[in-house]
Nanobody, 123 residues
Framework: QVQLTESGGGLVQAGGSLRLSCAASGRTFGYLAMGWFRQAPGKEREFVATISWSGGGTRYADSVKGRFTISRDNAKNTVWLQMNSLKPEDTAVYYC????????????????WGQGTQVTVSS
């Protein structure tokens, strides 16, 4: 079992920034990649970003490239999502997840999920 706890969400004006954190605990050995996903009301959960165990491999959704940055510290079992130039369409519940399958973007390939943190961007 792996437990994931997200934090850092909140309300921000368009153009602002937020930094989300995800702390992992439990049996994390062997889980290669950590990812961020988001789900807006009435929409399906979608991929945002993912990072490999080493941190050398990252992938981003086209909608966030150049604005969001994913990073991790394995000593702290923590991954961050720095979100800059936020837009109202970034409003969603953000979830972190872990997978043994590398930097994949499909939700069904992730094994454990956090409870999510709300991000609201006002116009």
């Amino acid at each position: 079992q792996v437990q994931l706890t997200e934090s850092g969400g909140g309300l921000v004006q368009a153009g602002g920034s937020l930094r989300l954190s995800c702390a992992a605990s439990g049996r994390t050995f062997g889980y290669l990649a950590m990812g961020w996903f988001r789900q807006a009301p009435g929409k399906e959960r979608e991929f945002v970003a993912t990072i490999s165990w080493s941190g050398g491999g990252t992938r981003y959704a086209d909608s966030v490239k150049g604005r969001f940055t994913i990073s991790r510290d394995n000593a702290k079992n923590t991954v961050w999502l720095q979100m800059n130039s936020l837009k109202p369409e970034d409003t969603a519940v953000y979830y972190c997840a872990v997978t043994k399958r590398g930097v994949v973007v499909t939700t069904t390939l992730y094994d454990y999920w956090g409870q999510g943190t709300q991000v609201t961007v006002s116009s």
